[in-house]
Structures are given as C-alpha cells and as structure tokens.
C-alpha cells in the first residue's frame, strides 16, 4: 500500500472517530439559577418555576432532548460549563463581547433594559455625579456589576451573592439602590409585599456595550456548530410557532422579544 493510500486512511479513521465522539445531544444538562423571578425561582413544591424554566422546557421539546436542570449560583455557571458540569447555561445571561472571549451564545432569545431601584419618591439619575455617595447593590457576576463598575464611580458598589440578598439590604436601608433587569425588578420585588415602598428611580439605562445584545444560551465554544444549531433552530421554532408570545405573555405586559437582526 502506498504513502498517499495510507494517508487517505488515516484521514478516514480520524474522521470517523471524530464522529463517533460528537455527541447526539439527547441528553443535555442546563444550569439554571432558580433565584431570579419572573425568569426562575423555586417554588413552595421546591421546584424550578418561571419563564426560562418554562421556555427551556419547549426549547428541549422542540429538540427533542432530554434535559435536565442543574440548579447553580449565578457566578458559579460559567465555570461549571468549563468544567464540565453542564452542557448550556439557560439564567438570563446577557451576550457580552467580554463573556464571547469566554464562551458561545445561541442567537438572543429576549432583550431587555437595566433600571435603578429605590424607595419610592427618590429620584436618581444614573450617572456617576446623580449617584455621587450612595451604597449601589449590585449582583456579582452580572453585568449589571460590570456597568456600576465602569460608571458609578463615585458610588460604594456593594456585591451580593444573590439578588435576593440585595434586596433584603435594601429593604433594611443598608443600600441606597440596587441596579438590575427591569422585569426581574418588578416582579422580583415591586410587585411583591416586600417590595412595597420601592419603586423604579431614573431612566432605562441602554448600553450594548456592557449589556449586550441580548439574553442568549451559553456553551463551550466547542459546542457551538452542534449545540447551538440546536438552539438556533429551537428558538426559531417556538418564536414562528407562538410558543414564545404565549409564554411572555404570561409574564410580562411588555415586549421582551429580541430587537437585533440576527
């Protein structure tokens, strides 16, 4: 046998065992959050509830995979990912260019704006002079940390492990304001008893720089021409099928649909 059949074979044989190491995708394990309501929560039963939940859920039917939610602490999933843990992050991650140095994103599946949230009557303009002395509680890990960061520069950001924890400070006056997604702000807390005495404080706050262009599903960049084909072409579906109105609909009296060209 000559050198070029030999190559010709040795080509065919890597090729084929690369195929039979791709995985098939019927089973995929998705980190979710659980501790950011509208888009996931625990419930009294103690389990995963919420408009993620529910949209991951037609996303895996659409696909026809099997896929199970692996509850994480926000600033815990990149890192699971990575490791292995799980195959796709599905808790409101916005598509960065600095997470796309990291990981890849399915096309957006929901946009929305960040907005400031204070006692009731307080206005703040979000702008390092209008916030100049004041304790801002912020998610760690978000980018609604990374905008705190970069522009309330002559304010004490004040990270948390959790929004909820967040909120329990600033309900107790330990913060001032906390800045976060403005559905998981009315929902999460405006519209809940604790939340009472609390209302949004400024304009939306629009950077896609920082924000993004959107929310989308987070994997290995090794995974992308498999995995997030998948998603692509499940997030196309339950959009032209109803599915996604339907379900935001349920949620939100407002649209949070993607407002980018994909």
């Known amino acids: 046998m000559n050198k070029r059949s030999l190559l010709a074979l040795a080509l065919l044989a890597t090729a084929s065992l690369a195929h039979a190491q791709a995985p098939d995708w019927k089973k995929i394990r998705i980190g979710v959050e659980g501790a950011y309501p509208p888009f996931s929560e625990i419930g009294p039963d103690g389990k995963l509830k919420g408009f993620e939940i529910e949209l991951v859920q037609a996303y895996c039917a659409e696909m026809k995979a ?3 939610l692996v509850q994480q602490d926000f600033d815990g999933l990149i ?23 990291v990981i890849a994103f399915s096309k957006p599946y929901y946009n929305t704006p960040a907005r400031l949230i204070a006692k009731a009557g307080v206005k703040l303009e979000p702008t390092a ?14 980018t609604h940390e990374t905008y705190a960061s970069k522009n309330f520069t002559q304010s004490e950001i004040v990270r948390y492990g959790s929004q909820d ?12 304001a906390t800045l976060m997604d403005t559905p998981a702000g009315d929902f999460g807390f405006l519209k809940k008893p604790e939340g009472k005495g609390f209302a949004f ?4 706050i629009l950077d896609d720089k920082i ?6 599903v987070g994997m290995r960049k090794a995974d992308e021409a498999t ?3 998948k998603f692509n072409a499940a997030i196309d579906a339950v959009q032209a099928n109803g599915t996604f ?18």
């Open 79 to 101: 890192p699971a990912l990575q490791s292995r843990k799980v195959d796709a992050i599905f808790a409101s991650v916005a598509i960065t260019e600095e997470r796309q140095k």
């Open 245 to 262: 109105k339907k379900l935001a609909d349920k949620y939100f009296d407002y649209d949070i649909a993607p407002r980018t060209k994909q």
């Open 165 to 176: 924890q967040v909120f329990l400070d600033l309900k107790s006056g330990r913060i001032d």
């Open 129 to 142: 002079a209008g916030l100049k002395g004041k304790k801002i509680g912020v998610q760690r890990g978000t």
């Open 227 to 229: 995995l997030g084909k």
């Open 211 to 216: 924000f993004g262009v959107g929310t989308g």
């Open 66 to 68: 099997q896929c199970t």
């Open 201 to 204: 404080s400024g304009p939306v």
